[in-house]
């Protein structure tokens, strides 16, 4: 086993059902896990500590009424009725192997459970289950949902050894495929679930799940699977090493090492190298919001190219290349140039992006402004070129990024006016920006100007690169060369506000978000650091709010943004001071195995978005080429001496090893 990642894996030996429950994925199928290695059961409701569990699969989506896609749980499988608590019990994550073990015994019985996923038979779910003395049945029924339409399960078959299940919500249906081998009566159905009776013995039971229209495939793979499961453990296992690469980062701090590990395994649970929309915030935990953004995958897909994992992001950007005419659609329909009302040409690419195909998104309005956040026109355009940096496939980057990066150039230059001043200003209706507290419909957000900026050099950068020039490039060029209407945000204390109707500075202190480190956490481009941001970057305090029930920066991910900022800046003293035991508390579980959204509120853990900020953080400390030059322990702090790194990319194809 490889110490480094072995660093990660979660071991506890206490019994405590409240603690959160374990995730484990394949990229496209994944579920949370509870004491007992399953995902509770009918009636058996999780300690809202623990999150919910229940298998999920990318496949099973629906539209919302404002044509918004989200993800729903697909199946819980669980105790029919709960056993008595253990007297002895043990469960391990094993991140290498993505392999969670379980053992409990009490007088009378012992139970172990192996659950495993594999991340390139991305559809199945293996437990392998030993049984000695009586234990309850278990029973796998749809999960409900929280929200009407209430899901329901059809079972369409079911013998001893195998059976179906039709799961619909909506328009979401899936199949869910069930094969068993072990001793006893098998497989029987039971109302709209299926139970299987634990005899005495060993157990193997695949669980094969998705789309409808797939079901043929997932059975195949289902009876595959359970025809050979030594074969298919030990090619899970061959997927697993591949999976991880050869990157590897040895931090001296143990609680620094484990967090790496994890938030790069936390990574790969939702996401896999195939076209497909990003995993949410969670994860696929089925924790807080189920959509898909492209702002968080952005604090995530530097962290995965430097760590060699360029598929991972490709998949994302052959997502968004493929939704680039409904996007164009939308953008025309929704938004406008404020003063004269033209349209908006390019793509405004969605806040919360389409899964399935097509977009009906806000037909009918939206549920909140934030969908109309314009800084988000950027992201899918840096996650394209960063990636074909990294893939360095000329075909790919003309087929596939390049088109995202101009539909995004397009439609920030199709809503630039320029003012009396001569710079180029942006003011868009509806909008909003990315300090959620920050109004909306407002001139020259902040973030806004950032990214168009950056999107502009990222577009100039992208059309030499698959040899285009023409009139619209030189107009970008103009645009850099004029400037952006920064100043117009200046306020009294020196600082840029969010918006020009911020400029009065009474936003100062109350901030969500720390939009003025954007150029350092987003948006960096190449050269020096943006200097008003490296301002900003020193008077914390006087940017977002503190107030005593959230201390630390810590709304969503305010906090890890400021640790980047730190790493981007070689400020490695205090990257250290911010990731001492006492700091990460704030944000991390007791057990120190995932990040929670907020301080608060101590239930939103698997944070994908804050793992890719410290993933970065840490990484970026030993190899960065954000500022372009490639700087080499940069923001390595003397506490961390020790540090060394292995297989850590940059853009200009090399593969860095070192030792601080």
Known sequence: MDPLLAAGDIDHATWDP?????????????????????????????????????????????????GIDHWLPVVRLGWRTAPGTPQAWHQRLVLEQGLLRTAASAPGWS??????????????????????????????????????????????????????????CAEAASAVVVRHQGPGPGLAAEGRGVLLALAPGRHHLVLACGALARAGAVAQAAVAAIGDPAGWTAGADQAWARRWGAARLSLPVPALQALWARSLFWQFCGNAPEPSAGAPPCGLTGIAWPYAF?????????????????????????????????????????FRRAGDGAPAGGAMWAWQFPVAPHAEALLRGAPNPYHFQIHNAFYPARMAWDCARHRREPAWTEAVAWPVVEASARFFASVLVRGGDGRWGIHVLPSSGQD??????????????????????????????????????????TILADGLAF??????????ATSAAGVDGNAFGRQKHPVQIHPLVFSPLPGAPDADAVAAYGRADLICDRGAERPRFCWGWTTPAWWLAASRLGR??????????????????????????????????????????????????CIDDSFGAVRVAGALPEAWRGTAWRGLCTADGAVHEGRW
């Open 18 to 66: 409240s603690r959160p429950a374990l995730y484990l994925g394949s990229g496209r199928c994944a579920a949370c896990f509870d004491a007992w290695g399953l995902m509770g059961g009918p009636g058996l409701a999780p300690a809202a500590a623990r999150g919910p569990t229940a298998l999920m699969h990318k496949d099973h989506v629906r539209r919302s009424a404002w």
């Open 111 to 168: 139970w172990r459970a192996e659950a495993r996923f594999h991340p390139q038979d991305r559809d199945l779910l293996l437990l392998t289950i030993e049984v000695d003395g009586a234990l309850p049945d278990l029973l796998l029924v749809a999960d409900p949902g929280s929200d009407p339409p209430r899901a329901a399960a059809t079972v369409e078959d079911c013998l001893p050894a195998g059976a179906r299940l039709v799961v619909r």
């Open 294 to 334: 492209p702002q968080d995958l952005s604090c995530i897909h530097p962290a995965l190219l430097r760590s060699g994992h360029h598929d991972l992001v490709a998949g994302w950007v052959e997502h968004f290349r493929a939704h680039l005419p409904w996007q164009q659609e939308v953008t025309a329909r929704l």
């Open 436 to 477: 959620e507290y920050g109004g909306r419909d407002s001139p020259d957000y902040l973030c806004a100007l950032y990214d168009t900026r950056a999107c502009l050099a990222t577009a100039l950068a992208c059309a030499a690169a698959v040899g285009r020039a023409g009139d619209e490039q030189r107009r970008w060029r």
């Open 487 to 496: 100043p117009r945000l200046r306020a009294g204390n020196g600082l840029l």
């Open 572 to 621: 490695g003293d205090d990257l250290a001071a911010m990731l001492t035991p006492a700091e990460l508390a704030h944000l991390c579980d007791p057990a120190g195995q995932s990040f929670n959204e907020l301080t608060a509120d101590q239930v939103m853990w698997y944070f994908t978005t804050s793992h890719g900020l410290y993933q970065q953080a840490v990484q970026d400390a």
